[in-house]
């Protein structure tokens, strides 16, 4: 219903992580295992450790180490005096009228950052962030107008992952199995940050997300988008091999340039020339491309004839996403006939190009409007005080 409310829930902060601990969060296999060994769990054992923690910590869901009841008491205690599992704290988690969650973050350095989790029939997508902020200034984005701060690590976009689930009560008991039905069956990098431009905490994020004794998401329910960091998209291909998406956004470099400036960089024609090589070098059925509609600016016939001519021979789908504004927005969203219209010429060139409903659009959670709420007050007050 339209006018269901909104609910804030203000959640209590964790403690701050020990000093000289090492969070397991966010660590691959690899990673885990050669920090048991680096602390003095002997070799030959630490294969073995390794899985059992693991499992815990990405299958049971598991928070504390003397939860972990298939390890002797004393190696429970001694994992507790050299590691800790943290996660990102809850400051805020908003609930749209439509049913999406946002949820505020606080992360190591007081930052923060927010995801969005989306509920559907018999599936739930959750939206994570990579960066705080973003560098890519892209002029239709709501979070483009936030300076970048830094990269999220690995624990930092896992623990993302972790938290929603935490929220959505989606960890099976101990001892009985997963049950069927998954509450967070799809995961997308669209949130803040610009993924590959922290190529390596995210690509060790996924390989902890897609392991199957774990978290246990295929690489196909796992969709990265990206503006067009060129010199990575082989590499996402071959060292991750999810899905891609491209914020595309435009059809002639022109309009492109002032959308998302990274054209400037890697204009329309080289990013193409990657995108042709992507599904195969990844196995990956198609390419999504990502087109917000904009008013008088990029929804014309013209452009919709002429990006099914620029994407000619690349397997894809055409996502149009109607414009979700946000204060001081310099866009208004194409009128509905508008983006039917492109849509029919996108369709008829043989291309699905489904028009995405707007989803927590109350609770600034749509896409594009994502910026934390810390920013927000703060360029408030600095606005009041001008």
């Keep these: 219903m339209a006018d269901t409310p909104i609910t804030q829930d203000l959640v209590t902060l964790p403690r701050t992580p020990p000093q000289g601990r090492t969070n397991l969060i966010g660590l691959t296999r690899a990673q885990l295992r050669d920090a048991l060994i680096a602390a003095g769990t002997a070799e030959k054992q630490a294969r073995m450790r390794s899985g059992q923690v693991w499992q815990w910590l990405y299958h049971w869901g598991a928070r504390d180490f003397a939860a972990m009841t298939n390890l002797a008491k004393p190696y429970r205690a001694w994992l507790a005096e050299h590691f800790t599992i943290e996660v990102p704290a809850i400051v805020s988690r908003s609930v749209s009228a439509d049913g999406t969650r946002k949820y505020l973050l606080r992360i190591a350095g007081g930052h923060e950052v927010e995801a969005v989790y989306i509920p559907e029939e018999g599936r739930g997508t959750l939206c994570v962030s990579s960066q705080v902020g973003c560098t890519l200034?892209?002029?239709?984005?709501?979070?483009?107008?936030?300076?970048?701060?830094?990269?999220?690590?690995?624990?930092?976009?896992?623990?993302?992952?972790?938290?929603?689930?935490?929220?959505?009560?989606?960890?099976?008991?101990?001892?009985?199995?997963?049950?069927?039905?998954?509450?967070?069956?799809?995961?997308?990098?669209?949130?803040?940050?610009?993924?590959?431009?922290?190529?390596?905490?995210?690509?060790?994020?996924?390989?902890?997300?897609?392991?199957?004794?774990?978290?246990?998401?295929?690489?196909?329910?796992?969709?990265?988008?990206?503006?067009?960091?060129?010199?990575?998209?082989?590499?996402?291909?071959?060292?991750?091999?999810?899905?891609?998406?491209?914020?595309?956004?435009?059809?002639?470099?022109?309009?492109?340039?002032?959308?998302?400036?990274?054209?400037?960089?890697?204009?329309?024609?080289?990013?193409?020339?990657?995108?042709?090589?992507?599904?195969?070098?990844?196995?990956?059925?198609?390419?999504?491309?990502?087109?917000?509609?904009?008013?008088?600016?990029?929804?014309?016939?013209?452009?919709?004839?002429?990006?099914?001519?620029?994407?000619?021979?690349?397997?894809?789908?055409?996502?149009?996403?109607?414009?979700?504004e946000w204060p001081g927005a310099p866009y208004e969203r194409s009128d509905p006939e508008r983006i039917e219209a492109f849509a029919d010429i996108v369709h008829k060139a043989g291309y699905a190009s489904p028009i995405r409903t707007p989803r927590g659009e109350d609770i600034m959670a749509a896409c594009g409007q994502l910026k934390s709420a810390s920013e927000r007050a703060r360029k408030g007050r600095r606005a009041a005080a001008e």
């Design 137 to 324: 200034t892209c002029s239709f984005c709501h979070t483009g107008t936030q300076r970048l701060v830094r990269n999220l690590t690995a624990s930092e976009i896992v623990g993302q992952v972790m938290v929603a689930r935490d929220d959505l009560g989606e960890w099976p008991e101990p001892g009985k199995p997963r049950p069927q039905t998954r509450l967070v069956s799809n995961l997308v990098l669209m949130g803040m940050g610009e993924p590959l431009y922290n190529f390596e905490n995210v690509r060790d994020a996924m390989q902890v997300v897609m392991d199957n004794e774990g978290l246990s998401l295929s690489r196909k329910r796992i969709t990265l988008s990206t503006s067009g960091i060129v010199p990575e998209i082989a590499r996402t291909a071959e060292e991750i091999g999810c899905l891609l998406a491209v914020s595309f956004h435009a059809t002639t470099d022109e309009v492109r340039d002032k959308l998302v400036p990274i054209n400037r960089k890697w204009n329309i024609a080289t990013l193409l020339e990657a995108l042709r090589a992507y599904p195969k070098l990844s196995n990956s059925e198609r390419i999504t491309f990502e087109y917000v509609m904009l008013k008088g600016v990029n929804d014309s016939d013209e452009d919709a004839r002429r990006l099914v001519r620029l994407i000619a021979g690349i397997p894809a789908k055409i996502n149009l996403i109607p414009f979700n």
